[in-house]
């Protein structure tokens, strides 16, 4: 019996607080409803310009006799008598609807009551509403998790999104009320008629809808509202680089102002982005565009509720080969009280074309927009990942969205946060689609950014099996210089293998040594086996680059639209071998670039664009010292030469201590030569097996003769191949010419 009183009890608890509960939503809904209706019907503003001329129709004509001042009298009491109209019947049905609301709401209550305390025994029968939300948090947890250690992440991550399907689902509350755009909002200001032809209006409904993910800059977005809100300079120019979200926060501004929540002065404000290629499409003449453009920006002033935004502003702001000046018109209208602008640009040309402007900064208030952190990047992308997942209809794992935060972090350093993780995480979504799967992995992610990027984001096993043997096969294709190829060696493997804790290039060397030693030879053999082609390799001969003019010629140049031959096969080669030969011979303007690259593994092009060096193995050769080689009588070691090119000037210490590593390649001895003689010998050998069928043979005698009668030992290896080509390869040619030997024969060459 106590246990069934007990139970009872229980259950009327229940029914109880299921039914308070919906009696306070009632009043709840009903009192915000209350409040919310005069918002809805812009009441305030609809009685503040009751005699206002409709849709801010006046008579612009300047009245010059009576019969003109008759007919604007006319003009202009016919326009504020259709205003006082319209303003005047909503501001009416506003009072039947609130007294029609007022009058029901007895009845209105009483029939809610009744069906509340009838359907609140059915809500015995029903899942509570932690019971609900539990049940979501396992499958929530199913779709997203993978690795155990991750669950509090995915924990976290659900609350979040169910906090915000809560609030949005709660449709009475006041912020969700208030997010209805309110009626009338533009009857007391102007059309726009010839501007909207060259215009796209962002505070519309049909622009927001193609918005979905709203990611606010709530700092940005206060600022630029203040100064909006100013009475003069209250001009906005949002400067930050590439992808950073400039123009997320312009949309997020346009979205604040729609949907009421924005500062109160900017309620009813339009934000019209100028299609300044159409209006500069529009007249050839400079003097007939300019004119155009102030046409539109006085339309804009008229209609006083008009906010202008530029992007790219910098363009329009000086005269170049490929630009347009309109600062006039822009500095004319932007002082005005009517007219505010919005103007969008980057750092690098808000130095070179507006700050030096004064005219034109003075009238701007500059936004600084930053690349965000990898924690609000994060943040970001929790939310954006749940519309991918709608998009898509695909689940994004929680290890998905860690892999893509830290892999974009390190490999897409071109692109600042949240535009590239969004973009990687996007095609990660398409990949997972177009292979049939339906949970992104943080292995599609690594797919999805080695296509990208073009770089392999992952230790494979095939490149394990290469590091291993790397020591042992460049002795095998290198002469002599096995102390060199091991200590190069050691280095490369612990570079990949720590690749991603790194903010410099993969590696970074300088071999130093006498003229045709195998520098460059060993770059290139690295190149080959490491990464599997030539096409990786990225080689530049410093001593075209001797003068500070020739700098242009690397990173590009502004004023001609260059890109610059270092800046661009970086970019279209990110990852590989990039050789520097006869580094010395370089101005010293090109070293301090270099130094930055090795120090910090980019570099800026001349438009401030970053280059990313992070995936390259750099290796400078140099020359400079090989005459004190062959002048000491001891063997050079590496800090003894070093010393000798700080006090020769070659290179600062500074630069030096970049490297991760300075090797000595040590002179060729005579048998050295031989060595490789004989291997560039062996390849022409293969060479015309493989084309003629036929063997060839060297007496080593005649062999060793050629190479001491023509070949100098200052020069290394240098001068080998044309040796035996002028000797060797010469005789084999005219023996196959004259038809004096035929395929399978062998001819001993003596």
Excluded at 132 to 146: P, Q, S, V
Excluded at 599 to 609: A, I, L, N, V
Excluded at 718 to 727: M, P, Q, S, T, Y
Aim: glycine share 2%; hydrophobic share 40%.
């Amino acid at each position: 019996f106590v246990k069934m009183f007990l139970y009872t009890l229980s259950m009327w608890q229940k029914i109880c607080g299921y039914f308070i509960n919906n009696l306070r939503i009632f009043f709840t809904a009903t009192f915000n409803i209350f409040i919310f209706l005069p918002y809805f019907f812009s009441i305030k503003t609809l009685i503040k310009t009751l005699f206002y001329p409709w849709k801010n129709m006046y008579y612009p004509k300047r009245v010059t006799s009576f019969s003109l001042w008759l007919e604007k009298i006319f003009f202009n009491l016919v326009s504020r008598s259709i205003g006082f109209f319209m303003r005047f019947s909503l501001i009416v049905f506003y009072l039947l609807l609130q007294i029609v609301f007022l009058l029901t709401f007895p009845f209105l209550f009483s029939i809610f009551f009744v069906l509340n305390f009838v359907f609140s025994f059915f809500f015995l029968f029903k899942k509570t509403p932690s019971q609900i939300k539990e049940e979501e948090l396992r499958n929530f947890i199913r779709l997203h998790l993978i690795e155990e250690k991750n669950k509090e992440k995915v924990i976290a991550w659900f609350n979040e999104y169910y906090k915000e399907k809560e609030k949005k689902s709660n449709w009475w509350l006041k912020e969700n009320l208030f997010l209805y755009p309110p009626l009338a909002r533009d009857w007391a200001y102007g059309y726009t008629y010839l501007l909207s032809n060259y215009s796209d209006e962002l505070t519309s409904e049909e622009y927001l809808r193609k918005k979905p993910s709203i990611i606010d800059r709530d700092q940005e977005i206060r600022e630029i509202e203040e100064v909006l809100s100013k009475s003069d300079l209250n001009n906005i120019l949002i400067v930050g680089e590439e992808g950073v979200g400039k123009h997320t926060i312009v949309d997020s501004l346009a979205y604040r102002i729609y949907h009421g929540i924005a500062n109160q002065r900017l309620i009813y404000r339009r934000i019209l982005k100028l299609k300044m290629e159409k209006i500069l499409e529009e007249y050839q003449d400079p003097i007939k565009r300019e004119s155009f453009f102030e046409q539109l920006l006085q339309e804009a002033a008229e209609a006083k509720n008009v906010i202008i935004f530029i992007d790219n502003i910098d363009r329009y702001l000086h005269q170049s080969e490929n630009q347009v000046d309109l600062s006039y018109a822009i500095k004319k209208f932007g002082e005005t009280e009517n007219l505010q602008i919005i103007g969008i640009t980057t750092p690098y040309l808000y130095q070179k074309f507006i700050f030096p402007n004064k005219k034109i900064s003075q009238i701007f208030s500059k936004i600084d927009v930053y690349e965000i952190s990898k924690e609000a990047a994060y943040k970001i992308l929790q939310k954006k990942a749940l519309n991918l997942e709608k998009k898509y209809n695909v689940f994004i794992s929680i290890e998905a969205i860690i892999e893509t935060i830290e892999k974009s972090s390190f490999y897409l350093t071109d692109i600042p946060f949240p535009e590239k993780a969004i973009d990687l995480l996007d095609l990660s979504c398409i990949k997972t689609k177009e292979e049939g799967g339906k949970i992104v992995t943080p292995n599609v992610v690594d797919h999805a950014l080695s296509q990208k990027a073009h770089i392999p984001v992952v230790l494979t096993e095939k490149m394990k099996e290469k590091l291993i043997n790397l020591e042992s096969y460049l002795k095998s294709e290198i002469i002599a210089q096995d102390q060199v190829i091991s200590r190069l060696s050691t280095i490369i493997k612990n570079s990949f293998l720590l690749r991603e804790k790194r903010n410099k290039p993969l590696a970074s060397f300088l071999f130093l040594g006498p003229t045709g030693v195998g520098k460059t030879h060993t770059a290139k053999a690295l190149c080959r086996y490491l990464f599997g082609s030539d096409k990786y390799l990225i080689r530049f001969d410093m001593a075209e680059y001797q003068l500070k003019q020739d700098v242009v010629k690397l990173i590009g140049s502004y004023e001609t639209q260059e890109p610059g031959l270092l800046s661009t096969a970086i970019r279209e080669n990110p990852y590989g071998v990039l050789i520097l030969d006869e580094l010395e011979k370089s101005t010293h303007d090109l070293l301090n670039i270099f130094l930055t690259i090795l120090d910090e593994g980019y570099f800026f092009d001349s438009t401030g664009h970053r280059v990313d060096c992070k995936n390259l193995i750099i290796i400078a050769t140099s020359n400079a010292g090989s005459y004190y080689f062959y002048q000491s009588t001891n063997p050079l070691d590496t800090h003894t030469l070093i010393d000798i090119l700080i006090k020769k000037n070659f290179f600062n210490a500074e630069f030096l201590n970049r490297f991760d590593a300075i090797l000595l390649f040590n002179p060729l001895s005579l048998k050295d030569l031989i060595i490789i003689s004989e291997k560039i010998f062996n390849q022409l050998k293969n060479d015309l097996f493989s084309l003629y069928k036929i063997n060839i043979l060297v007496d080593q005698n005649y062999f060793k003769k050629i190479i001491n009668d023509n070949v100098d030992i200052r020069f290394g290896a240098r001068d080998l191949a044309r040796v035996i080509k002028e000797n060797i390869e010469k005789k084999v040619i005219d023996l196959i010419l004259k038809n004096k030997i035929k395929e399978k024969e062998t001819i001993l060459i003596t």
